[in-house]
């Protein structure tokens, strides 16, 4: 291994551990703020730090401490097996982080020839990968609700398994599906062909070339990361919370960022294999390299626009009330924060610059466009966990049946007939 | 060294779990025994740099039969006293290993000289994988897809049966 391989390695596993850990605490945020959107309300926007609210974001990590600081209640009435009862917890949130591994962030990144993958475990077996590690993190479930030796997590504990056993078939054929039409196991290789278009003008993403399999898929995921409409497992109209009912403080906690992290893990899935990626549809890696200067000038107008609206935005909404006359800090915070947006557009600015006229280096360019990359990636990213945070503030829970019925009477019939109709179809291209 | 010492930790891990299953009264901790058996054995296969094994290791024992087994363990909901009485439990286990060694041996023997090309997959290769199912290793295969059918035949066969005498006590 030459050094760039080794920092470029150690980078991208930093950037994966970063994007899964670091988004727990804005999920929070978010799941709190949009919840409050769609209710009318602000949500939490008023914990600060030296007057920094960054719109809420510190309530999360005032909520880390005190879970942290909560007390570790222990039930009496669980005799044997106190390990796993506390393990459980683990296993749920580590099977959940190590699936996010195997997501491409970026495209290669080509070094004096060497193609370098920027994805936490550079392997070309990702969906593989996804789909062995993410079937432990039920394991957690299902110990933790049997050893709590309680009704409500006993049924709790069932109903999950039996959810992921139903789902887990939808989910596995309608990858398949996909993986007859990409021709590939590779999330990097399935990327890629996403960025090519199809009937001439369409960009090939997943949803588009794979209408109903994308559907099933997107469902799937929903039941496999007990978000809503699927949190029969955790149901608190009718079995208290599930699984989660006997656990308390840091062990609650492992389950709930647990969740958080499965729900990324799953957007990050999705936007992968049927939303493009880190590709902007139409637009190839190679076409950004090879037209580097105008990508390079087309950015430097979009960087300052997005920048002005988002600081215009900031200042008329980050101030109280007009009658209240003491700011709390507010028009401070305003002031620092635009500063700051403007010196780093600046920066980006001479970057851009630099590398356009006075910078000779393809590498440079290629650095460049893999950051751009990566940007890209987590904005569609979080754009996703939005729809996921919606879904769940609009959406009623299914009754328990209902859940069922639907995973083997519709999804697991349709997702066969896809796979017969995918088959028949790519056969008769390839002839 | 490095090898040698991750083999022993793994070794430990399929041979702890292996009997943890086997002497664990509560069946949820057989099944967690069961569990970290079959991950060490994912281990093994990818220290021998067969990571198509590994993974299919982890989703089929752990993904399906974990989860299955576990599922059926709620269902069942069996208490420790209403499990069967085995006062020579630990002999019979003893013994039984002792019995099943030479025919262990025999498999390692006749199985270390098989086709090499599933083990030494560093990198997964799905259209070869597909390929060689299909081609070399049709007959296994459609063997293996026998079992499995005479296996869902016999469990629907077994529970029919208390289906329809349930039925007829109703009616």
Aim: net charge neutral; charged share 10%.
């Amino acid at each position: 291994m030459t050094t760039a391989a080794i920092i470029v390695a150690v980078a991208s596993f930093a950037l994966g551990a970063l994007l899964a850990l670091l988004t727990i605490p804005v999920l929070v945020w978010l799941e709190r703020r949009v919840a409050g959107l769609v209710q009318d309300r602000l949500g939490p926007n008023r914990t600060n730090i030296g007057g920094f609210r960054l719109g809420g974001v510190v309530q999360s990590f005032a909520d880390v401490v005190k879970l942290l600081l909560k007390e570790e209640y222990y039930p009496s009435h669980i005799k044997s097996g106190r390990w796993l009862f506390m393990l459980a917890p683990v296993i749920t949130f580590v099977a959940a982080l190590l699936a996010f591994m195997a997501i491409p962030f970026a495209d290669t990144l080509v070094i004096n020839g060497e193609s370098l993958r920027i994805s936490a475990l550079p392997i070309n077996y990702g969906i593989f990968w996804y789909m062995a590690i993410s079937s432990i993190g039920v394991l957690g479930v299902i110990f933790g609700g049997w050893l709590s030796h309680n009704k409500y997590s006993l049924l709790g504990a069932a109903r999950a398994g039996s959810m992921v056993i139903s789902y887990e078939l939808p989910l596995g054929l309608s990858i398949l599906a996909f993986i007859i039409t990409y021709d590939t196991i590779d999330f990097n290789a399935m990327v890629q062909f996403q960025s090519g278009t199809f009937f001439g003008f369409l960009p090939a993403w997943g949803i588009l070339v794979q209408p109903l399999a994308a559907i099933i898929l997107i469902v799937s995921l929903f039941a496999e990361t007990n978000r809503n409409p699927f949190t029969v497992a955790e149901g608190e109209s009718e079995i208290v919370a599930g699984f989660m009912t006997e656990y308390t403080a840091m062990k609650f906690a492992m389950y709930f960022m647990g969740e958080y992290v499965a729900m990324n893990t799953a957007s990050a899935v999705i936007i992968t294999m049927i939303f493009g990626g880190y590709q902007i549809s139409w637009v190839s890696t190679e076409m950004l390299l090879e037209n580097f200067s105008v990508f390079a000038f087309s950015l430097m107008v979009i960087i300052p626009l997005i920048i002005t609206v988002l600081i215009r935005w900031m200042r008329k909404n980050n101030r109280v009330r007009p009658s209240i006359k003491a700011d709390g800090g507010r028009d401070f915070e305003t002031k620092v924060l635009t500063i700051a947006m403007v010196g780093m557009t600046l920066l980006v600015e001479a970057i851009l610059i630099y590398l356009v006229f006075l910078s000779e280096s393809s590498l440079a360019n290629s650095i460049a466009v893999t950051l751009f990359q990566i940007v890209v990636f987590v904005v569609k990213l979080m754009l996703f966990n939005i729809f996921f945070i919606l879904i769940r503030w609009s959406v009623p829970r299914f009754r328990y049946d209902q859940v069922q019925k639907l995973g083997w009477y519709y999804l697991l019939p349709l997702a066969l007939l896809n796979i017969i109709v995918t088959a028949i179809v790519v056969v008769g291209v390839s002839l | 060294m490095l090898e040698i010492s991750i083999f022993s930790i793994l070794a430990l891990f399929m041979l702890g779990g292996s009997i943890a299953m086997l002497v664990n009264k509560q069946t949820l901790f057989s099944a967690f025994g069961f569990l970290v058996a079959m991950i060490g054995l994912a281990g093994m296969f990818a220290l021998l740099d067969s990571r198509f094994l590994a993974l299919a290791q982890i989703m089929v024992s752990v993904g399906a039969v974990v989860v299955l087994s576990m599922l059926t363990i709620l269902t069942i909901n069996a208490k420790e006293e209403n499990l069967p009485h085995e006062p020579n439990k630990y002999k019979w286990i003893a013994f039984a290993s002792l019995l099943v060694l030479p025919i262990t041996l025999l498999i390692y023997k006749s199985t270390s000289a098989l086709y090499a090309s599933f083990a030494t997959m560093q990198t997964i290769n799905s259209k070869v994988v597909g390929k060689l199912l299909f081609s070399e290793w049709v007959l296994p295969f459609e063997i293996v897809s026998i079992l499995l059918l005479s296996a869902m035949v016999g469990a629907i066969v077994i529970a029919r049966k208390d289906v329809v005498q349930t039925q007829g006590e109703e009616s």
